[in-house]
């Protein structure tokens, strides 16, 4: 990436990704971001949560303009393929370029929001850039529950404008997100002995694009933990199925790619199996082939497992994870082509103790239908008798279309490009609106280079976007 332009901002996006930085184990990044300030001769602060604020003058002739607050988070989500060697707490991503992108080798590419941050740093460490003062926000731990933002102290910023620097499409300028909440299951079980004259099998769903639990969920994508229980299920509909155990998805705000299941059946039934399965990828491949062409279904003979899930929950199991809904509840009719309302069966895993783990995640830009999708997916589990728990979930971003600071992004984008971008709201969740709840008077926008596959071991960031963002960005900033 050393022959990139601009070469202080790849620089600076190498340099993150060397540093191990999993969402709630950022150490190393803020140590970082803190030398940097020093090393920049800047006022930077940091606070208990160890959101870093480095602060930079205005330069000369912007003395009189409002301060600027540019943020972006710090932590990064760790997916890989299941082949892959990798370490997310000490390797350093291996980065390549393709053509016009910069992917990674086998896992997730930390452009979400490493590219961010990178842009802020550049800015920072510039001698030549035009702009008023700033203000630049680090926060922690955004993937997995917002934790930075939640706990932004409320004199911590003195800036009224925000430039949220976290979006992830080409030419777009995004004014308002969806609020989201968590809902977590814990099934207990009974363990019972292998029974006679059985056998053993396991499924195993791999090749899925996955993808952002909220940016992705409208494009139809396959959810592992979806296909896996749908075969058990029929299965278990046409014989005496016995369930060893079910493994799939890792995180909350990611569309699972990967499951893989242990069960058996009775010896008789061994030929059936195959053929049942066979009719079962190919409806698959007629349905979701066409956005899911790398998919890979397995059914693999067993050992037969010394104990297996009662099966009282067992059946209980599979009804529940059919039952439970996943992707696009309701589509915006004010905003065409925005998703509205969204839940994601996000993962399923075995415990210690005999338990079993359900994560989902429900999102809406409508905060009553946030409630009300998370108390479907309540229902469905209530049914039962699992203990249900929910997050704290975080509100959405109201778009306001009247904004100050988005007319000067609209205008300076016409005068780069001769064109003007799209005005957008997000499926996905941002900071903004924990922002507002506690600095209501912010105006605010959200900006961000080309990006694919994020959350997932396939994301890609375009180069020239990139560079069209940094330019976008820096013409905000001079006017």
């Not at 791999?206 to 749908?230: C, F, P, Q, V, Y």
């Not at 999102?363 to 309540?378: H, L, P, T, W």
């Amino acid at each position: 990436m050393k022959s990139l332009e601009p070469s202080a901002l790849w620089g600076f996006f190498h340099e993150i990704n060397q540093i191990a930085r999993p969402s709630k184990k950022e150490e190393r990044i803020i140590a970082f971001l803190k030398e940097f300030g020093k090393k920049q001769n800047l006022i930077s602060k940091t606070d208990k949560a160890g959101n870093v604020l480095i602060c930079k003058p205005a330069t000369q002739g912007f003395e009189n303009r409002n301060t600027i607050i540019l943020q972006a988070h710090i932590d990064m989500v760790c997916e890989k393929n299941s082949d892959v060697d990798f370490n997310f707490e000490t390797d350093a991503i291996q980065t390549y370029i393709d053509g016009d992108w910069v992917k990674a080798k086998g896992t997730t590419l930390g452009a979400d929001n490493g590219i961010g941050m990178s842009m802020m740093l550049a800015i920072l460490a510039s001698k030549d850039l035009k702009h008023p003062a700033l203000e630049c926000l680090f926060t922690v731990d955004e993937e997995t529950g917002l934790t930075g933002a939640f706990a932004l102290e409320d004199n911590f910023l003195t800036g009224k404008v925000l430039i949220n620097l976290d979006s992830e499409d080409d030419g777009e300028v995004f004014v308002g997100c969806a609020g989201g909440i968590d809902t977590t299951v814990i099934l207990n079980y009974e363990i019972e002995k292998a029974p006679e004259n059985y056998f053993a099998f396991s499924i195993s769903v791999k090749g899925l694009t996955g993808g952002h639990s909220g940016d992705d969920i409208e494009k139809g994508r396959g959810n592992a933990n979806k296909i896996a229980n749908r075969f058990l299920w029929t299965l278990n509909k046409k014989t005496d199925l016995r369930l060893h155990s079910f493994n799939g998805g890792n995180l909350r705000n990611a569309i699972p790619r990967e499951a893989l299941a242990v069960a058996s059946v009775p010896w008789s039934e061994k030929e059936n199996i195959r053929i049942l399965f066979n009719h079962f990828v190919n409806d698959l491949e007629i349905e979701i082939a066409d956005v899911e062409p790398k998919m890979k279904l397995e059914l693999e003979s067993e050992a037969l497992p010394a104990t297996f899930i009662d099966k009282n929950t067992s059946d209980t199991l599979l009804n529940s994870l059919y039952a439970c809904p996943h992707g696009v509840m309701a589509m915006s009719r004010d905003m065409p082509g925005l998703v509205e309302t969204s839940t994601n069966l996000a993962s399923v895993k075995m415990q210690e103790e005999n338990s079993i783990l359900i994560t989902t995640s429900q999102r809406s830009s409508v905060e009553s239908s946030k409630f009300d999708i998370m108390q479907q997916v309540e229902a469905v589990f209530a049914l039962t008798g699992a203990a249900i728990t929910h997050g704290d979930g975080y509100p959405g971003w109201k778009p306001n279309l009247k904004s100050d600071i988005l007319k000067i992004a609209l205008e300076s984008y016409k005068k780069l490009y001769s064109e003007e971008p799209k005005i957008r709201a997000i499926h996905a969740g941002l900071e903004c609106g924990l922002f507002l709840e506690k600095y209501p008077y912010l105006d605010m926008i959200s900006i961000g280079p080309q990006m694919y596959g994020v959350h997932s071991p396939d994301e890609r960031l375009s180069i020239s976007s990139t560079q069209k963002c940094w330019k976008w960005l820096v013409e905000i900033l001079k006017n």
